[in-house]
């Protein structure tokens, strides 16, 4: 079976600028979170949905907006890109919102100049 | 607001050798993880530790923990090359019907032959 898998790999934006990054989750799992990882650093809590629905929010400003879809696939937005923002963005899905173990995808590398 | 100390945050050990990373956490949870990221990856599922005592282990990994203290071990037994990485503790605290994990900030080891 497939795993996380994310899209882009690799994203070049610029100062101002808007982006959208792309989460598919294991096949049956309802549950993604998105986590932001500074160079670095480790990673730090965005979002969680479960059932399409927002279930937990990181202490992140309101550029950062996320949805779940039908099928449980996910986008993180993030508006009037800052530099600060570059990083890499992973996300993790499980089969429900307290599940026993997150698969993590291999992340997006985001890069804004 | 829930920390993650992890230490040493830099760690060179020679193959052979035996070493022991700590992950102290400040407030109440039964359950961590610890992950490995090797450069420009996704995290790797190491260990799910879900109970005061727990310890598993897998080849020449080790992790404990125990919830009193707030304390989890990885240790490391005769280290080979191949286990150079980074090594990242991450506890879960769960709110209303969210979970989130908070992560350690990553002890970066080097296994020198």
């Known amino acids: 079976d497939a795993g996380v898998t994310q899209s882009p790999t690799h994203l070049i934006k610029t100062r101002g600028q808007q982006v959208t990054l792309r989460c598919s989750p294991i096949?049956?799992?309802?549950?993604v979170s998105w986590y932001q990882q500074v160079l670095g650093q480790g990673p730090q809590f965005i979002f969680q949905?479960?059932?399409?629905?927002?279930?937990g929010r990181g202490n992140f400003p309101d550029r950062f907006s996320a949805r779940q879809f039908p099928n449980y696939s996910s986008e993180l937005n993030v508006n009037a890109l800052l530099l600060g923002d570059s990083a890499l963005y992973l996300c993790?899905?499980?089969?429900?919102?307290?599940?026993?173990?997150?698969?993590f995808g291999s992340g997006t590398q985001l890069s804004v100049l | 607001e829930l920390k993650v100390e992890q230490n040493p945050l830099f760690l060179s050990m020679q193959e052979g050798k035996n070493y022991t990373i700590y992950c102290n956490y400040s407030?109440?949870?039964?359950?961590l993880y610890w992950y490995r990221q090797d450069p420009g990856k996704s995290l790797e599922s190491l260990f799910v530790l879900l109970s005061n005592g727990a310890v598993k282990q897998e080849g020449r990994l080790m992790a404990s923990l125990d919830t009193k203290a707030r304390l989890s071990t990885l240790h490391i037994t005769a280290a080979v090359h191949d286990l150079s990485a980074t090594y990242f503790c991450?506890?879960?605290?769960?709110?209303?019907?969210?979970?989130?994990?908070?992560f350690g900030k990553g002890t970066k080891l080097t296994v020198n032959p």
């Open positions: 096949s049956g799992h309802k549950s």
């Open positions: 993790a899905s499980s089969l429900w919102s307290r599940a026993e173990k997150l698969f």
């Open positions: 407030t109440t949870s039964d359950r």
């Open positions: 949905y479960y059932e399409k629905e927002e279930r």
């Open positions: 991450a506890v879960d605290i769960r709110q209303g019907g969210s979970e989130k994990l908070v």
